[in-house]
């Protein structure tokens, strides 16, 4: 019976993390029409993947702004620059700011002799 159950929450957790990159995927297209229905796919996708203990992958965690859960899109309505060795996020909505570390062979700050 326990294996049952084990084979449940492997699949429940797989159909999660397809249904995470398909909201994404359409908050994607859907930003340039309704940037409203953008959002809120953002905001399901975060909902499922807490409910199944699902974490949402990197690449799309970087496309949702963690002060007021909106879609992200560069040009649109965040700013992305570069500056210090790390990409710099910032929301035009909230302000918030994000910043992630740049892998050593694409950060341009460390010059590549002193390797």
Known sequence: MAKHRQKKK??????AIERINYLFDIAGREYSDNPG??????????KIGMRYRVSIPSELKKRMCKGC???????????????????LITCIKCGKVQRYLL???ENPSVPLADK
Do not use: M, Q
């Open 10 to 15: 492997v699949l429940a957790k797989e159909i």
């Open 37 to 46: 229905k953008s959002d809120r796919y953002v905001s399901l996708a975060k």
């Open 103 to 105: 892998p050593e062979e």
């Open 69 to 87: 859960g909106s879609f992200l899109t560069p040009g649109g309505n965040c700013r992305v620059r570069l500056k210090g060795g790390f990409l």
